[in-house]
């Protein structure tokens, strides 16, 4: 019994020391985030790593999702006869929860862990002790341009993910299972609102910033072994899932 | 130095797409219109209810769209809504008795003001008031009113009905 408590509280200070450590760490990386921007070239070469290398599996992901969405949901409003809400649904549905959210744990899958294998990698390899010797600020040149790539990569992939999603519910909807297209669009177009596209690239925003600092700080403090780099991949894939989904009901309580 | 020009290309193309996308999920799915002429003209109009209908809500006459509803406030001292309509300027021979109602577009579908042509030789100009307005049909109230009149009827046939 009371090795269970100690145990517990043992988690519970780790959690707490994570938490401190990744709070300092987020202050490190805004701090040093206005002299990064203006080495502008480092950071456009890390939106190309995390945005323009995730442009394919995010189409294609979005594509499906979109597919499905149509097909489910045509079935669904077929129940009640009116088919053509399909487009107001999918589009409300993939603005504000879908397209954020999905493109959060794909951008976590795809860009997070290769900042974070590449991080600890470094780090194991020592190249981040060496830069240090050289002068060179691991922070200002490694760490900071990758957050900032993948906190402007983020949105921008969100966007991609909805309207290529919207084509697919349209393929499927209009297309294949004979949705009016005219009554499709109007009523999508009468029922979302500017408010509901800000609130999808709100999220895209804050999920950007989470999972590219998860990413980043786990790679940057891996332990620096083969085992620590796998560890800390799969940390970020985890943690970065799970800070989504709850970053997801807290912004939709806020906005609703 | 090739390569690097390489990455600038599809890095350029990422963010135009991106950006591309932006602007089609905030122009094409949205309400909201970015058209070139702005040349439009308001009225108001007072409801004592109006329903759902909301600010981008479609103007429609005849069922041609010639509006948007602008703003929907409320007055705290007529104790009722005020809605501005902005009308296209295109269309500026509307008779100033013309009335503006509250619709619904189909049975689950969003509400609309409809105009219906009066009689007057005069047409609104900006910033003119509608005198005539008919206000959102509430279900629940056509609901309690069916019910009520029913109730009525079975009062007097009750009697009647007892008897057989």
């Known amino acids: 019994m009371i090795g269970l408590l100690g145990e517990l509280t043992d988690s519970l200070r780790r959690f707490l020391e994570r938490l401190g450590a990744i709070t300092r760490f987020f202050g490190q990386v805004l701090w040093q985030s206005p002299a990064v921007l203006l080495r502008f070239r480092l950071v456009v070469e890390q939106v190309y790593n995390t945005g323009a290398l995730s442009l394919v599996i995010i189409m294609t992901c979005g594509l499906f999702v979109g597919m499905v969405l149509g097909l489910q949901g045509h079935d669904l409003l077929q129940r009640f006869g009116s088919e053509e809400a399909l487009g107001t649904g999918a589009a409300l549905s993939l603005l504000k929860e879908l397209g954020p959210v999905v493109t959060a744990l794909l951008f976590a899958g795809r860009a997070g862990t290769a900042l974070a294998s590449e991080l600890g990698l470094m780090r194991a390899t020592d190249q981040l002790s060496a830069m240090e010797v050289m002068a060179v600020d691991p922070m200002r040149r490694v760490v900071v341009p990758r957050f900032l790539g993948g906190v402007i990569a983020m949105p921008l992939l969100t966007a991609i993910f909805i309207a290529v999603a919207l084509f697919g519910v349209q393929l499927v909807g209009v297309q294949l299972l004979g949705v009016d297209q005219g009554s499709f669009w109007s009523q999508m177009r009468g029922a979302v609102e500017l408010a509901d596209v800000n609130e999808g690239l709100i999220k895209g925003v804050t999920f950007g910033i989470a999972c590219s600092l998860i990413a980043v700080f786990e790679g940057y403090n891996a332990e620096p072994t083969a085992e620590g780099v796998g560890r800390a991949t799969t940390r970020t894939v985890v943690i970065s899932a799970v800070v989504t989904l709850v970053l997801d009901y807290i912004l939709t309580a806020l906005m609703l | ?164």
Do not use: W
């Open chain 2, 1 to 164: 130095m090739r390569q690097s020009r390489a990455i600038d290309v599809s890095t350029g193309l990422f963010v135009l797409l991106g950006f591309a996308a932006i602007l089609f999920l905030v122009t094409q799915i949205t309400n909201r219109e970015f058209s070139l002429r702005s040349d439009s003209y308001r009225l108001v109009a007072q409801y004592e209810n109006i329903g759902g209908l909301k600010a981008g809500a479609p103007i429609s006459m005849a069922g041609v769209t010639i509006g948007r509803v602008e703003s929907i406030g409320y007055d705290m001292n007529l104790f009722k809504a005020i809605v501005t309509l902005r009308i296209d300027a295109r269309y500026d021979a509307i008779p100033n008795d013309s009335d503006a109602s509250i619709y619904t577009a189909g049975l689950l579908g969003g509400q609309y003001v409809g105009i219906t042509p009066g009689n007057s030789e005069d047409a609104y100009r900006d910033g003119d008031s509608v005198e005539f307005v008919q206000d959102a049909i509430v279900l629940e109230n056509l609901i309690s009113k069916y019910l009520f009149s029913q109730a009525g009827k079975d009062k007097e046939s009750a009697a009647p009905a007892a008897q057989e």
